[in-house]
């Protein structure tokens, strides 16, 4: 799997959007891209995943640019309840013979402030 | 529909104990998987399973095993407790939709051994 590198911390104002980037200058092509976070002491929680196209769903928005080696997640109105460690994670795809297990590295720290 | 929960939520043991965490998913996933967690680190894969009756090695199996006996459980055994086991665990399970796998967490069990 890819090696993904985010900035250790961001800082938000509450109700701005937070964007949180993430360079996968390595992936290839039958790899997804996934994000996970981390609210303090909770289990890590799915966010959005995507491989080629843009995505949104109801939590979040997912840019990824035209060559997928970077993408970016974006919270369109930030509240506190989403302080948290946002990881960014790239996976091959399902039956690519893979084990599952997610590769979690350091995150990004996100701090809502008010 | 309670997703994934972890029994306990906290233990303490002595250096040589034996103990038995309990994972239960009630959303018929076939894959199941027991991470760990230390202090400022991401999670680390101990073992998983992809069936019913099927586990297998993680990252760092050491000092654990497991069992999933039922589809909707899977257990992570300590025969002997070690101090250097002190961390926060977290077990998961999957939905998988064509090449897409997404892992939904525990609340964690945090354990202490002295």
């Known amino acids: 799997d890819a090696k993904t590198t985010q900035p250790p911390s961001m800082d938000c104002a509450e109700g701005r959007a937070a964007n949180l980037p993430c360079n996968h200058s390595t992936i290839s092509g039958n790899e997804y891209v996934y994000w996970y976070r981390q609210i303090h002491s909770q289990g890590p929680q799915y966010i959005i995943h995507g491989l080629k196209n843009n995505e949104t769903n109801e939590m979040a928005s997912l840019i990824i640019t035209e060559d997928r080696k970077s993408s970016t997640l974006i919270l369109p109105h930030a509240t506190l309840r989403d302080t948290a460690v946002y990881y960014c994670?790239?996976?091959?795809?399902?039956?690519?013979?893979?084990?599952?297990?997610?590769?979690f590295g350091q995150g990004t720290t996100l701090q809502v402030k008010p | 529909n309670a997703g994934v929960t972890q029994t306990p939520k906290f233990r303490v043991l002595k250096t040589g104990q034996s103990m038995t965490l309990l994972c239960a998913q009630d959303m018929n996933h076939e894959y199941m998987y027991w991470y760990r967690q230390d202090p400022g680190m991401g999670l680390r894969l101990i073992h998983y399973?992809?069936?019913?009756?099927?586990?297998a090695k993680g990252e760092v199996p050491d000092g654990y095993n497991v069992s999933r006996l039922k589809k909707q459980n899977f257990l992570l055994g300590l025969e002997s407790a070690a101090p250097s086991q002190t961390s926060v665990y977290f077990c998961?399970?999957?939905?998988?939709?064509?090449?897409?796998?997404?892992?939904?967490f525990g609340p964690g069990t945090r354990l202490l051994v002295l």
């Open positions: 998961a399970s999957s939905s998988i939709q064509g090449m897409v796998e997404t892992q939904y």
């Open positions: 994670i790239v996976r091959v795809a399902k039956g690519s013979g893979n084990t599952g297990k997610l590769i």
């Open positions: 399973s992809v069936g019913e009756g099927t586990t």
